[in-house]
């Protein structure tokens, strides 16, 4: 997804990818599984996660709960992490490396070149 600049915002503004499982494709620290059904459930378990702990809050949801709103298995979930700090962890790490990029590439446009300091 490429950056963009909003011209009537007072200092711009970057359209941002709101969806947890794209910001694990920027995150270097992750890897995303080879199988389509892996990626599925992992996709399920990243979108679960993120929901459930901004709805209930982290120290209120459960693994359990996680496993139980992706529709996958408990040990699928442990495949992929120990616990849900680990879960947590992969997300605002490829939270960051999405608005790294993002900032990035607004950095860099041609926009953004071409300004003057002042």
Known sequence: MAATRNLDAPIGAITFETDPVRWLDRCAAFA??????????LERIIRSGTRLFAAQGFEATRIADIVEDAGVPTGTFYQRFVDKE????????????CRMSEIRSLCTSADALAASPR
Not at 32 to 41: C, D, F, G, I, L
Not at 87 to 96: S, V
Request: aromatic share 4%; proline share 5%.
């Open 32 to 41: 995303q599984p080879q199988q389509k059904r892996s990626r599925e459930a």
């Open 86 to 97: 680990a879960l947590l962890d992969a997300i605002i790490a490829g939270y960051r490396a």
